[in-house]
């Protein structure tokens, strides 16, 4: 089956520490995109990529880098140097002018 | 710039009753869509239909629709005889070409509907 697979669907951060989160597509789609939700809040935009090897900032990029080596995965990595990183990550795909496709998403907790 | 904007935090509706999810939205692209999206508690994404700005008619999905008014730059969503299952947040997104021609996907804040038996 066609999809988007995120992994892990829990983390646990410690202060001061880098963490990854995977996210993988099998559905040939160019775009990919990181959201952030926090509580009772919509979706914010952290990086999009539209094709392998770019990738463009969102509205909430600082803290967070990724990568587009490959065009099924598009990796997110919290840095240390996000404050605030407890939130709920979501993973999305699409090609041309239709719907996104998110993944089931990865809960960040900072312990 | 471009924004979504949903002003319902929270509705409420019997089983069985038809609900309207408002959207508004602001761009100055001529060329956009419009999108609604379900999130249940377990925090997923589905997909519920889809407008194009050049659409002339209202994209109908099952008991979706979509209330398309391009002048007043709205797009609600209508959930017709809704049942329990229907209990989640609901975003409404557009898409359109930003910054260095990139389309992005932008979102509302969400509405929580409740549907009540």
């Known amino acids: 089956d066609g999809g988007i697979t995120q992994s892990p669907k829990y983390l646990f951060r410690k202060e001061g520490q880098n963490v990854t989160l995977s996210c993988e597509q099998n559905?040939?789609?160019?775009?990919m995109y990181w959201y952030r939700q926090d509580p009772g809040q919509g979706l914010r935009l952290i990086y999009y990529?539209?094709?392998?090897?770019?990738?463009q900032k969102g509205d909430i990029a600082e803290g967070y880098s990724v990568s587009r080596e490959k065009k099924e995965s598009f990796p997110l990595t919290v840095t240390s140097a996000q404050k605030n990183p407890t939130a709920f990550y979501l993973c999305?795909?699409?090609?041309?002018?239709?719907?996104?496709?998110f993944g089931q998403g990865t809960r960040l907790t900072v312990v | 710039a471009q924004k979504i904007t949903q002003t319902q935090p929270g509705m409420f509706v019997q089983e069985k009753e038809a609900v309207t999810l408002d959207c508004t939205y602001d761009?100055?692209?001529?060329?956009?869509?419009l999108f609604w999206y379900k999130q249940p508690s377990s925090g997923e994404m589905i997909f519920l239909i889809y407008?194009?700005?050049?659409?002339?008619q209202n994209a109908t999905e099952g008991r979706y629709s979509l209330n398309f008014q391009k002048a007043r730059k709205s797009a609600n969503l209508v959930i017709s005889a809704s049942q329990l299952g229907d209990s989640a947040m609901y975003f409404c997104?557009?898409?359109?070409?930003?910054?260095?021609?990139?389309?992005?996907?932008?979102f509302g804040a969400g509405t929580r509907l409740a549907v009540h038996p």
């Open positions: 999305a795909s699409s090609i041309g002018s239709v719907e996104a496709f």
């Open positions: 559905l040939n789609h160019d775009a």
């Open positions: 990529s539209q094709i392998v090897n770019d990738f």
């Open positions: 761009t100055s692209d001529q060329s956009y869509g």
């Open positions: 407008q194009g700005s050049y659409d002339e």
């Open positions: 997104a557009m898409r359109g070409t930003f910054s260095g021609g990139y389309n992005k996907l932008i």
